[in-house]
Structure formats: C-alpha cells, structure tokens
C-alpha cells in the first residue's frame, strides 16, 4: 500500500477555492481502481493547513491517478499554497490494529537469552 500524504497551507483569502478544489476530488478518487480510501483534513492552530490523504493499492493504481486530468485539480490546490507543498508518499509493509495496542499494554515482551544481563 502506497499513502499519499499532501499538506498545504492556503493563502487566507483563497481558503474557500483550494477546499473546494480538493473536495471535488474526493469522490471520484474513491472510484477509482486501487483507490483504497481519501480523506480531506483541516488542522487547528496558526497555520490551518489542510492536508488530502489518499491510500493507494499498488504503486500502478497511484501512478494513473497522478498522471490523470482529474489530479490536475489537486496540482491546482498545491498553487493556493503560500509555502511549498508538503507531498509525502509512504510504502507500507504492514498494517496492524488493536492487537498491538493490546500486546503492548499487556507488559514489556519476554527478554530473550541474548538480551538477559548476567550479574
């Protein structure tokens, strides 16, 4: 699974379009092959950034999304940044859930032999 990471921070005054440019995205990019989720995040705090992840099977499902028209909207909403967009893209290996939240509650792992201290 590829996660495509976009953090921008709007120019105040131009807020409103770069929403609306990254929310008319978000249905169609559901719809696409491999699209494995798409979410629009607005951060609290002095610089409001908005931040676009979308979740990707494979690395080919992600290539056509970001070589099609319709990611030509989300370039838009990079160009309403006042700073330079931050645009992550993280391969994941694994993905776990509440087992390891419960694994790690349940008390340190077991000290193997080769990590014991000898007195």
Partial sequence: M????????????RRGE????????????????????????????HERAVVLVERWADAAALATRLASDAYRRVLAAMELSRSPPDVRFDHVTETEGMAMIERSRAGPPPRSDA???HA
């Fill in 115 to 117: 990590t014991a201290t």
């Fill in 2 to 13: 590829i996660v495509q990471t976009l953090r921008l921070v709007p120019v105040p005054e």
């Fill in 18 to 45: 770069m929403l609306e440019l990254l929310r008319s995205v978000q249905g169609p990019t559901l719809a696409q092959p491999g699209c494995a989720g798409c979410a629009l995040y607005e951060e609290v705090g």
